[in-house]
Every structure is written in C-alpha cells, then in structure tokens.
C-alpha cells in the first residue's frame, strides 16, 4: 500500500487538495507543518478549522502547548503509529504540508546517530587511505559503497561506530522507512504564489492575526523566543516597540516569501511528481496516478 504525500509552498492550494482528495479515497490526513502541531497558533499558521476539515479526521494537529518542544523525531513517531493503524484498516494516509524536514523524514527514514565533535576531529587528522582501510574492517558493506577520497563519509562511518559498536550500514538501514509513498508536490508561477501570500497575510490581520499574537504574548511572555514562527515573531517584534505595525507586517510577507522560495527549492532537489496547478488539475492527475499503481 502507497499512502500519498502532498508537499508545495505555502499558499498553493494544498489543504483544499487534500480535502477533495481524502473525500474521494475516503481515508485521514496527517498533518506534515511544524507550526500547526501548537494549540492556539491558528490564524497565523493558517490552521484548518473543524467547518473546513468537513468531516474528515486530521491529525498532528493542535498536539501541544506554544513554547514545549515537537521536533522531526516527535512527528516521525506520531506518524508511523497512524500509518500502521490505518493500514490494518486497509487505508491509505494523506499527508499534506509543507515542512519538508517532515515530509522526508517519514518518507525516507530518520536518521538518528550519535556524534562526537572531538572524536571526528581526532579521525580527520589521519590518512583518508588509512581511515578506509579501518573501514574495510568494521563495516565492508559501507566501505564497497563510499571510496576512500570520501573523507567526510569515511570519518562519519567510523565516528558512528566508535561510538555504538556496530556498523554504520547496519544502524542506517533501521533508518529507513517501512512505509511507501507516492509523493507528489504542487507548484505554479512564482509570482503567482508571491501574490498569494501578500494576499493570505492581508485576510490574516483582517481575521484577528494581531489579536490572536497579542493572547500569545501575555501568555508566553517567559518563552516568545521558542515561538519562532512567521506571523508571530514579527507581531512580537511589534508589541515590543521594535517595528511598527506596518513594518511587522511587510516582514510577515517577506519572510512568507522567502520560506516559500526555500520550500521550492527543496521541492526540486528531491524525487517528487510535480504538478503546476495552473496547467493541470491536481485531483485528477493524482487520483489517476494512485488508480494506476
């Protein structure tokens, strides 16, 4: 079973997709954004409400309070146990956001070793031939695959099994998923989505942003610093005097911008079928895909 992975820049269109798309396979979407997993971070994160999840069930939403820590780790955890859970129900998930740290880790494993900065540097000291010869001994699996003028590569393995005692082709391949996926991302003109998003933040303040960040800040006032999200950090800035409201606004744009133009450069670097919206209909074209496989 393939479950389906829906990944694109902020404001493309991807939780109305996903709505569609979960009706149609009549199944559950697993929230991949690393800001809508806070409780009372809505307007800013543009958080789904229950009149727009329209019956379907969402999850990794509203997990925990501002300011306690949900790392890459935490999702992966979380994830896996509702994928296992909806396979012995025979159901495919769908997993729609656009934290790709997220997205790859579920998808292709998460990677979790230990790591010494000093022994690292004690190995990079020696002889790259030298180094991979020792890796020949403890770990030939991985010493086939990586040639000796891979240095960094070479001092990783050997770091890793410095410290555990086991092989690192051995601890790497519990990393990897036991899930698969079809993943497709969504795409447009860039300035299309620029527009969007100076669009979105608009109907954001008009909605509450600023109230909403104000019960933030009273709130959490002892940890704002740990609140490092775009719509909020900016609005912190404001009420602390240090930008007008005008200014804290044109940042949330262009720093909405910027995370948008980092998530599409991601997007590109890894293996995603990519759908531009404005030439094809994303529902169709991936319920024929998943028809298909």
Same mark, same amino acid.
């Given at each position: 079973?393939?479950?389906?992975?829906?990944? %694109?820049?902020?404001?493309?269109?991807?939780?109305?997709?996903?709505?569609?798309?979960?009706?149609?396979?009549?199944?559950?979407?697993?929230?991949?954004?690393?800001?809508?997993?806070?409780?009372?971070? =809505?307007? %800013? !994160?543009?958080?789904?409400?229950?009149?727009?999840?329209? /019956?379907?069930?969402?999850?990794?939403?509203?997990?925990?309070?501002?300011?306690?820590?949900?790392?890459?780790?935490?999702?992966? =955890?979380?994830?896996?146990? #509702?994928?296992?859970?909806?396979? =012995?129900?025979?159901?495919?998930? #769908?997993?729609?956001? /656009?934290?790709?740290?997220?997205?790859?880790?579920?998808? +292709? /494993?998460?990677? +979790? *070793?230990?790591?010494?900065?000093?022994?690292?540097?004690?190995?990079?000291?020696?002889?790259?031939?030298?180094?991979? +010869?020792?890796?020949?001994?403890?770990?030939?699996?991985?010493?086939?695959?990586? @040639? @000796?003028?891979?240095?960094?590569?070479?001092?990783?393995?050997?770091?890793?099994?410095?410290? !555990?005692?086991? @092989?690192?082709?051995?601890?790497?391949?519990?990393?990897?998923?036991?899930?698969?996926?079809?993943?497709?991302?969504?795409?447009?003109?860039?300035?299309?989505?620029?527009?969007?998003? =100076?669009?979105? !933040?608009?109907?954001?303040?008009?909605?509450? *942003?600023? $109230?909403?960040?104000?019960?933030?800040?009273? $709130?959490?006032?002892?940890?704002?610093?740990?609140?490092?999200?775009?719509?909020?950090?900016?609005?912190?800035?404001?009420?602390? /005097?240090?930008? !007008?409201?005008?200014?804290?606004?044109?940042?949330?744009?262009?720093?909405?911008?910027?995370?948008?133009?980092?998530? #599409?450069?991601?997007?590109?670097?890894?293996?995603?079928?990519?759908?531009?919206?404005?030439?094809?209909?994303?529902?169709?074209?991936?319920?024929?895909?998943?028809?298909?496989?």
């Amino acid at each position: 079973m393939k479950h389906i992975v829906i990944f %694109g820049p902020t404001a493309i269109g991807k939780t109305s997709l996903s709505i569609k798309l979960a009706r149609h396979l009549d199944t559950e979407i697993i929230s991949a954004d690393s800001a809508q997993v806070y409780k009372k971070l =809505n307007i %800013g !994160t543009a958080k789904i409400s229950k009149e727009e999840m329209k /019956g379907i069930k969402h999850h990794l939403i509203d997990v925990v309070e501002p300011c306690t820590k949900f790392d890459v780790a935490k999702f992966v =955890n979380f994830g896996s146990v #509702i994928l296992e859970n909806l396979e =012995n129900k025979n159901r495919q998930a #769908i997993i729609v956001g /656009g934290t790709g740290l997220y997205i790859k880790a579920l998808s +292709d /494993g998460l990677v +979790d *070793l230990p790591a010494d900065s000093n022994l690292r540097s004690q190995l990079e000291s020696q002889d790259a031939q030298y180094l991979h +010869d020792r890796l020949q001994e403890v770990d030939s699996n991985y010493a086939e695959r990586v @040639p @000796p003028n891979n240095k960094r590569r070479v001092v990783r393995a050997l770091e890793v099994f410095e410290l !555990t005692g086991k @092989p690192f082709s051995y601890l790497h391949s519990f990393s990897k998923s036991k899930f698969s996926f079809h993943k497709f991302a969504l795409t447009r003109d860039r300035e299309e989505i620029y527009k969007n998003i =100076n669009k979105r !933040t608009d109907i954001m303040m008009k909605k509450g *942003l600023l $109230e909403e960040a104000k019960k933030i800040y009273e $709130e959490y006032k002892h940890c704002l610093d740990e609140i490092n999200i775009i719509g909020y950090k900016e609005l912190f800035s404001y009420l602390k /005097g240090e930008l !007008t409201l005008q200014e804290a606004i044109d940042l949330i744009k262009k720093n909405s911008r910027n995370y948008a133009k980092r998530q #599409i450069t991601w997007m590109k670097a890894n293996n995603f079928d990519v759908i531009d919206v404005d030439k094809i209909d994303p529902l169709k074209y991936i319920l024929n895909k998943v028809d298909r496989s």
